[in-house]
């Protein structure tokens, strides 16, 4: 490793340095003190000494950098200059090697923990840890999907931005938009070198950032905040050390992360778009991809209005870590997503997590009906996209069993294909709307916008419960004898017999008829 210029002239900034050298972008591998015979000493060390000691010993060559302390008059002839830094100390010249070796050992110290910490596999977080004190500054990384990754956690930082990604773990639409507005989505994809933000704008302090490019894609994002130490030549010096010891980090997490993706989701895709690879190169490659043969499966669709694709990153992020066996891919503007349960069962919460999934990114997701083969799983797609648009068309509350005020933005094919069968033509539509059962339900929607009642809702409760008066009162907030009461005033309203279950099988299909009206 060597220490640049810029860097020791920071680090030494106190000792009001005036430098002669010319070459900015000089670096040196070590310090020294000024020999007896100057010949013998490295052009890649930093030599101090007196700079009355300078002045009287002209052997010292040419290419050789030196620290100089005063203690006597400047020559009349700056020429002499050539190659020199001058500091104005009360430190003698031993005193100031000594610091100067400090420095040097400070960084090199730095460097050879980080190498270390690369080699026991530490984490990006560690290594972060690690540089707090050497650079002083707010840092933080985030991924593809602007999810937090690692931030300088022993420092403090009063930057709005900052603080909210750090304390949502995540930058919200709020900041990607601010990054829109600021064109930065553009910048960040095509930025190749380490790049400089002065303050204002989407941040409080000048910034240094890097991004990071793998196979042309966006993977992880480096941003260092001056809040602390200001922005300068030999910061940026330091940041660059920082960055390259976590390349080492981002390649590692690149090949662990997108090795076994790239097998199953040309699978994924394969099999989506066709039903005709055989069984034995379906389970072959599915072995290969870490796909469990034989369970329980379910496809997952997922779309979302982020125009910018980063919403969907982080959605696949978090669904892969939420939904136990799931195998997560991205195809144009749709989230993929595969589930397996070996033991058959759906997995637990698994419709829950989803729907506050959704809420949360203001996305919609369709869900296919379970299957047991991975040849079924282009029907399984169909399946899902018929939910998932079911699910994007649903921008009202539906009749449902609890959480009435909610918008559903999951939806399960089992639940919508009847539906989905009624209004899949119009023609259907107008006729079954015409039955006794339909018109009963119009009866009761009119009763309802007359009166101010709850009706046509009571008696689909009231049906879906297997006509349990106490689980539907406990669901209307209403008291259970009059719901027996009130069920028993809408039979009669309508003038059908609620024992029959060919009478309820009838009412319940009017009411998707009814619903897909609605919409």
């Given at each position: ?247 080492v980090c981002f390649e590692r997490q690149w090949i662990d992360n997108n090795q076994m993706p790239h097998v199953y989701d040309s699978l994924l895709l394969e099999m989506l778009s066709s039903d005709t690879i055989p069984q034995d190169v379906i389970n072959a490659r599915a072995r290969n991809a870490g796909i469990p043969v034989k369970g329980t499966f379910w496809l997952v669709k997922v779309s979302t209005d982020d125009q910018t694709g980063i919403m969907l990153q982080r959605l696949s992020q978090e669904l892969s870590a939420k939904l136990p066996g799931s ?13 397996c349960n070996k033991n058959g069962n759906a997995p637990e919460h698994m419709m829950q997590d989803l729907q506050e999934t959704m809420q949360r990114y203001e996305s919609c997701c369709g869900i296919s009906d379970p299957f047991d083969s991975l040849s079924m799983i282009k029907t ?140």
């Amino acid at each position: 490793m060597e220490l640049t210029l810029n860097t020791l002239l920071d680090e030494l900034e106190s000792c009001n340095p005036v430098c002669y050298i010319k070459n900015r972008n000089k670096s040196f591998r070590g310090v020294t003190l000024l020999t007896a015979d100057p010949s013998d000493l490295d052009s890649d060390r930093l030599i101090v000494c007196r700079l009355s000691l300078l002045l009287s010993n002209p052997a010292v060559k040419d290419e050789c950098c030196v620290a100089a302390v005063i203690d006597t008059d400047l020559p009349k002839s700056m020429s002499k200059m050539h190659n020199v830094i001058l500091f104005d100390t009360d430190m003698s010249a031993v005193d100031f090697f000594i610091y100067v070796q400090n420095i040097f050992e400070k960084y090199f110290d730095w460097c050879a923990l980080m190498d270390e910490y690369l080699i026991r596999n530490r984490t990006i977080q560690e290594i972060l840890s690690l540089s707090e004190k050497v650079i002083g500054n707010y840092i933080t990384i985030s991924d593809s999907a602007f999810s937090l990754v690692a931030y300088t956690q022993g420092l403090v930082c009063d930057d709005p931005l900052t603080v909210n990604l750090v304390t949502k773990g995540y930058h919200d639409q709020d900041a990607i938009s601010l990054f829109s507005r600021h064109n930065l989505l553009d910048y960040w994809r095509d930025a190749v070198d380490i790049y400089e933000k002065n303050a204002g704008g989407i941040t409080k302090y000048p910034m240094l950032g890097k991004v990071i490019h793998y196979n042309n894609s966006y993977f992880a994002h480096v941003v260092m905040l001056c809040d602390k130490r200001p922005l300068t030549p030999g910061l940026k010096d330091v940041f660059k050390i920082l960055i390259d010891h976590l390349m080492v980090c981002f390649e590692r997490q690149w090949i662990d992360n997108n090795q076994m993706p790239h097998v199953y989701d040309s699978l994924l895709l394969e099999m989506l778009s066709s039903d005709t690879i055989p069984q034995d190169v379906i389970n072959a490659r599915a072995r290969n991809a870490g796909i469990p043969v034989k369970g329980t499966f379910w496809l997952v669709k997922v779309s979302t209005d982020d125009q910018t694709g980063i919403m969907l990153q982080r959605l696949s992020q978090e669904l892969s870590a939420k939904l136990p066996g799931s195998r997560v891919t991205l195809s144009k503007d749709i989230l993929i997503g595969l589930i397996c349960n070996k033991n058959g069962n759906a997995p637990e919460h698994m419709m829950q997590d989803l729907q506050e999934t959704m809420q949360r990114y203001e996305s919609c997701c369709g869900i296919s009906d379970p299957f047991d083969s991975l040849s079924m799983i282009k029907t399984a797609g169909e399946q899902a996209s018929i939910a998932l648009s079911c699910a994007k068309r649903g921008t009202e509350p539906e009749f449902s069993v609890g959480s009435l005020e909610m918008i559903p933005r999951v939806r399960k094919f089992g639940a919508v294909y009847p539906r989905y069968m009624l209004t899949a033509s119009s023609d259907i539509l107008r006729t079954a709307a015409s039955t006794k059962a339909s018109r009963a339900l119009k009866t009761l929607a009119e009763h309802d916008a007359k009166h101010g009642t709850n009706n046509l809702k009571l008696l689909f409760v009231y049906l879906t419960n297997e006509r349990k008066a106490s689980d539907t009162a406990k669901i209307m907030h209403m008291h259970r004898n009059n719901v027996i009461y009130r069920v028993g005033k809408i039979a009669d309203m309508i003038n059908m017999d609620l024992s029959d279950s060919g009478v309820r099988f009838r009412l319940l299909l009017a009411y998707e008829i009814y619903r897909g009206k609605e919409q």
